[in-house]
């Protein structure tokens, strides 16, 4: 999507929700889906991530339509990064993670009402023996979860996989014993 067009359709829905007096106009909650991603030697979370309609989305859009013309694209997607991000907290036994890497997209949802972003963020995994996602607005987020087949969950232990987890505050998974070592590797021998 060009950068015009991403303007235009930023300025489209601040024009929309501007004009549309607060009783006649619907109110949406922001919605926040989390997925976290069990790797060997990392944890991916994605992050979808919908802001609300009201005072603070139609704040959000202006502050990044008064910005200069190159700078509101990214403006844009840098405030609902934050806005995903900021409730958000990943632990291992209560030790708190860095992000190692975080990447984002923007879009608009269906229909070009709200813009959203889904943002990717990828840490480091210390060994230990629980791995917590925490989150201070639970009513308005969602999480799963997938190990892929890195042996770094207990999944016995576990809620099951590939299933959304609604209104939940703080997500806990029973780590195994860490399998990031990588393997040795012998020293090749030379036909003689």
Not at 27 to 43: M, S
Not at 65 to 70: F, I, L, S, W
Not at 134 to 160: F, H, L, M, N, Y
């Amino acid at each position: 999507m060009s950068l015009s067009t991403m303007r235009l359709l930023v300025a489209t829905a601040l024009a929309i929700a501007l004009a549309c007096p607060p009783a006649v106009a619907h109110k949406f909650p922001p919605v926040r889906t989390v997925v976290v991603q069990v790797e060997r030697c990392e944890v991916v979370l994605f992050v979808g991530y919908r802001p609300g309609t009201g005072e603070a989305s139609d704040a959000m859009l202006l502050r990044a339509v008064n910005q200069p013309k190159a700078q509101g694209l990214d403006a844009l997607r840098a405030m609902l990064a934050q806005q995903a991000l900021t409730p958000l907290s990943l632990a291992v036994d209560g030790i708190t993670l860095v992000p190692t890497a975080v990447r984002t997209k923007i879009g608009v949802e269906p229909g070009g009402a709200r813009p959203m972003v889904v943002v990717l963020v990828t840490y480091a995994v210390p060994a230990g023996s629980h791995l917590a996602l925490s989150s201070k607005e639970p009513r308005t987020t969602r999480i799963s979860w997938a190990d892929r087949q890195s042996g770094r969950v207990d999944v016995e232990r576990s809620a099951a996989q590939g299933k959304f987890y609604d209104g939940v505050a703080s997500f806990l998974l029973p780590m195994g014993s860490p399998t990031c070592a990588s393997p040795s590797i012998s020293p090749s021998r030379s036909p003689r």
